[in-house]
């Protein structure tokens, strides 16, 4: 069985509304269903109970709380789905609202032609009470029944009912077993006596005894208003004019609705074939389902009815309500709109390919006579349809709204088809964006992985990147030991795998120090603190990143010995000025002479060693590191220099510096380079390492170290004067026109390995103009 996804669209806003997004998002995905639902699509019942049985799970809620919820909620959505007029038209009380139930889902099954609703049945009690009859194909559902009829009581006629189930059963119907469930309804008024009489006209609301009372009172009143307008002595000051008029017409418009009482013929006038002519479509039958009398064009469709005495179950099968074709079963029902159809083979030869007619109408008992009458029309939703059982408007009675039901419902199926069009469109564009949505983070985080996020936030609004200057930053070489020999040994695909395998390890170790990396070239990396965002803590950030790249890379394999690389690590310390270069593949980069530095210290550094200079040693002398003295050596281009070693964190672990979870096992915050060293003395000179299985094992999330700190002079003197204006604590730019290239006038022997990038002049010869403000990397 299928349901429109109206029920499902319904169930989804419950859900969102009441319980929010996230659960919704939970319950969708454990029940394996799509996101939305097309209002006209037809969906399996599974999916539907697939929904509600994950909801009880997820809410920790009983399933028949979750389906009286539902029911309520299914009411409102109703009304607010453009439903309301047609529901309040049903009936005057609780009573007639129930019993028009099916007519209601009669009339929407002419434009749901897959709606499968389940059938009703009411009775009323001496005690003014009611059983409610409701039967259903699907099973478990009953509980969803007084949700609905208990707002719809509330909400149309303000009483409060209680539903309480006096029978539970499966009865074997023409289709299979239906599930039949009998509530007890006992109704609670909500309004005062005095207040309901207001609202209630009905014979039924008055018993004898108060009838009298009214009438009386009526005599009363209706004398005093005749008297007030002959002139009467009546004191103005108790009754106005306008209400003894008032209570005039409404006095006579109730006396009307209560006296009402009807006037019957003694014989009928009118002749038989005049009756048989003015209702076309009509069938008189007894007890036993023999038919007496038909109308002339259902003769026409069924020739057999031409025959008095035939049975009707013969050539008709009910269809709605499914109930079996006896005459006891159908004055169960006799307050239900039946739909017959007629039985393929009872149909002349040439008329069994036609599509079989359906019929429906109201039966009518008629006790004298012990004869059921079946006012009846065709079931036509389309004028294709009456083509197909080659019939005309004019087989129509005139006076049979079936011909203007026609046309509408032609013009409705038509709109309904543009909306179910419109509303796969709009998914199609949801899902659409959705991929956007997806495609776009994709390309971010790619674009953010090659420049900082605000410059490129910068060049995608097409705004020009100023270069900034920074006060203080430390920036580290790395380089693979004998990288040139190993290249000359190794197949190319072998020296990628390599340096894929040690990037990806370095890359992690960048989360979790929050170092940028600025570029590798080769089997060179380079890495800043610092920049782009300024923090006090550059230093050790870049020394724990130190610490971790030797620790992974005694990871990676040597492709030629089979040994683990080695690598030699400079770290210096000073200012930069830093930039988008090109339009093209437009990189982020330094300049300056502490970039030439740095590279120094790598290539005049030792394998496996990290090397300091003087300026990165003094950020870090009183921060927890052990450093070891290396003296005075001789630098490329810069003299005699004194350097120093980075041994080991003194209070942070091997894990903690990797970015992996703290175990136990790391009390006493051993150092993380003395623990790999002496891992690596005992390590078996066999030892083999799979580079390519080796960023299988990185793959787990980086935990980023903990850093504290603190602001710089320039932060604090500003949050001072102004504190709105923290975020301008970046570097200042220059004009080329005042001073020139960025490069530094230094080339040859003393330029650095990597071309791109070049020096400004040193902190002696600093240009005059330092005022100029810097527009570039608003960042804090």
Known sequence: MFKYGFINTCLKSLVVEKYGEEIWEKLRLQAGVEDSFLTFGVYKDEITMQLVDKACKILGVPADMVLREFGEYFFEFCKRSGYDHMLRTLGGNLYEFIENLDALHSYLSLSYQEMNAPSFRVEKNEDGSMHLHYYSDRRGLYHIVPGIIGAAALDFFNIEISMEIVNQTEEEERTGKKEHVVFLVTQNPLLSYKERNKFSFSPQCLDDSEKQIDT????????????????????????????????IITLGRGKLLRGFDPVYP???????????????FHMVFDKELRVKQAGVSIQKIVPGLQTTGICLDHYFSIVHPEVPFTISSIQKFINSQFVFQTKREMMPESWKQRPMLELRGQMIWMESLQCMLYLCSPL?????????????????APHDVTRDL?????????????????????????????HLEEEKKKTEALLYAMLPQHVANQLKEGKRVEAGEFKECTILFSDVVTFTNICAQCEPIQIVLMLNSMYLQFDR???????????TIGDAYMVVGGVPVPVSTHAERIANFALGIIIAAKGVQNPVSGNPIQIRVGIHTGPVLAGVVGEKMPRYCL?????????????????????LSSSAYQCLKYKNFEMTERGEIEVKGKGKMHTYFLVRNKTACENEIMGRPIKDLDSGRESAQSFQEDR??????SHQSVTQNQPEKDQTTAIAMKYIDTP?????????????????????????????????????????RHQNRGRVKPDTEEPQIRNVRSNFCNLL
């Open 216 to 247: 009386r009172s009526n005599n009363k009143d209706l004398e005093k208003s005749e008297n007030a307008i002959r002139g009467g002595s009546v004191c103005p000051v108790k009754k106005s004019h306008w209400k003894t008029i008032r209570g």
């Open 266 to 280: 003694k014989t009928l006038w009118i002749d038989t074939k005049t009756f048989c002519n003015g209702l076309p």
């Open 380 to 396: 036509l939703r389309t004028l294709h349809e009456l083509e197909e059982r080659q019939m005309h408007i004019a087989d129509i």
């Open 406 to 434: 026609i046309l509408l419902n032609q013009q409705r199926l038509a709109e309904m088809e543009l909306s179910n069009q419109l509303e796969r469109k709009k998914e199609e564009l949801r899902v659409l964006s959705k």
């Open 509 to 519: 170790l960048t989360t979790v120090h929050d170092v940028y990396k600025v570029e």
């Open 591 to 611: 300049f300056g002479d502490t970039v030439n530095i740095a590279s120094r210290m790598e290539s005049h550094g030792v394998p496996s060693k990290i090397h």
């Open 680 to 685: 690596a003395e005992t390590m078996p000179s």
């Open 712 to 752: 710089t002079d320039a932060q604090s003197s500003l949050k001072r004067r102004n504190p709105a204006k923290i975020a301008d604590l970046t570097g200042r730019s220059y004009d080329s026109k005042s001073h020139g290239s960025l490069h530094g006038n230094q080339h040859s022997d003393d330029a650095p």
